[in-house]
């Protein structure tokens, strides 16, 4: 049974920063290519960040330069670590994991900034 668990969200200031963790299970973690997506209330889910198996990374261009994905193959875990936070930035955040025709998906967390 394939798990995404993820944590860290929660309430923060303008300008502050979060780090979000997702902890994979009965996938084998180092072959998946690894996402943050969000989705804010009347809007498209979109893909946030991702990093590839090789660690190559990925980012919509109004995070580039405040978020940053990593990925921890031995611990099976993703993180993303999010500073100078915005109140756009404020929507629910899903961990994603790719192979092929497999795609799993977290509950999501949630990430609200206040101005």
């Known amino acids: 049974q394939v798990q995404l668990v993820e944590s860290g969200g929660g309430l923060v200031q303008a300008g502050g920063s979060l780090r979000l963790s997702c902890a994979a299970s009965g996938i084998i973690f180092w072959l998946y290519r690894m996402g943050w997506y969000r989705q804010a209330p009347g809007k498209q889910r979109e893909l946030v960040a991702a990093?590839?198996?090789?660690?190559?990374?990925n980012y919509v261009d109004s995070v580039k330069g405040r978020f940053a994905i990593s990925r921890d193959n031995a611990g099976n875990t993703v993180y993303l670590q999010m500073n100078s936070l915005k109140p756009e930035d404020t929507a629910v955040y899903y961990c994603?994991?790719?192979?092929?025709?497999?795609?799993?998906w977290g509950q999501g967390t949630q990430v609200t900034v206040s101005s």
């Open positions: 990093i590839t198996t090789g660690g190559t990374t």
């Open positions: 994603n994991a790719l192979k092929g025709r497999a795609n799993y």
